[in-house]
């Protein structure tokens, strides 16, 4: 079992080349991410995660509606390159967006003031894990799945078309699909540099 674990979080990659080629049915999608929002921890038990999942066209409105976001800002000149990643993107089946839902954070601080400063790293850190477990979970199934940080910038728009929370607050965004293309080489730094046992 440990071995499946871990041959699953070293065949997570970025993986950009996606399609819409579908891979699992949407309730089996569903699902694979419902159980990921479940078991993935967070401090004091707090549960600050809420996730969208965004498939087919509402995936494609996302990257449409996040295109028409950064062309307000990107010059017209350099607009070719980041147009077409944002096509990229769009190619894929569907978009896991990750939230925290700042009231349940503000509420933590409130009861417990000693670590007040804590409550917003920690639900950081838990996104990060539910994120990791999300990723894994798709590319064990299949799917190719990337990283994606369009927020503050998209939020306004985000909360505004699928009608969410102001006290949700956007941290990432997960674009995914059927792979089209292997990810490139990996570079590791020498694992002694980065890790000490002491016995
Ligand atoms: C916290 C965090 C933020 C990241 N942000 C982005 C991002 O905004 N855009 C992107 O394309 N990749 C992003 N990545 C992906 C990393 O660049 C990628 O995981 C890393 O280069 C290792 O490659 P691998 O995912 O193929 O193993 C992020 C990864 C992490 C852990």
Redesign the pocket.
Known sequence: MSKEFLEAIKK?????AISKESVLSDEQLERLIGEAVLHTPSAFNSQSARVVVLLKEQHDKLWDLTTETLRQVVPAENFGPTEEKMRSFRNGYGTVLYFEDQTVIEGLQEKFALYKDNFPVWSEQSS?ML?LVVWTALEAEGYGA????YNPLIDDAVRKEWNLPSTWKLI?QMPFGKPTAE?GE?QFQPLEERMKVFK
């Open positions: 997570r990659r970025s993986i950009y990060g994120q990337t990283l994606q940080h990432a990810p990996k």
